[in-house]
């Protein structure tokens, strides 16, 4: 059974960090490319960041120079670190994967993020 599931959400004070991890099992997701998606109650869901197989990076201009996206191959594992955190960060975060940039074949459960003033 193919599935991604995220951890490492929780409260946290504006200013504050958190890694959100999502560890996909069933089959390798080495070659596909991996996004971070988050959903605000009310709001629509939104990608946030997203990785290439090979590297490429990209994330969203609201995010840009606080979060990163990364990934390790050999664990199957693709990692959001998330700096400074505000509370319109506040969301359900994704994990998704899919064969092109851009696909979300895969989704993970969401993980709760939810930042405090």
């Known amino acids: 059974q193919v599935q991604l599931v995220e951890s490492g959400g929780g409260l946290v004070q504006a200013g504050g960090s958190l890694r959100l991890s999502c560890a996909a099992s069933g089959r390798s997701f080495n070659l596909d490319n991996m996004a971070w998606y988050r959903q605000a109650a009310g709001k629509q869901r939104e990608v946030v960041a997203r990785?290439?197989?090979?590297?490429?990076?990209t994330h969203a201009d609201s995010v840009k120079g606080r979060f990163t996206i990364s990934r390790d191959n050999a664990k199957n594992a693709v990692y959001l670190q998330m700096n400074s955190l505000k509370p319109e960060d506040t969301a359900v975060y994704y994990c998704?994967?899919?064969?092109?940039?851009?696909?979300?074949?895969?989704w993970g459960q969401g993980t709760q993020v939810t930042v405090s003033s």
């Open positions: 998704a994967a899919g064969e092109s940039w851009g696909a979300t074949g895969y």
């Open positions: 990785m290439s197989p090979r590297g490429t990076r």
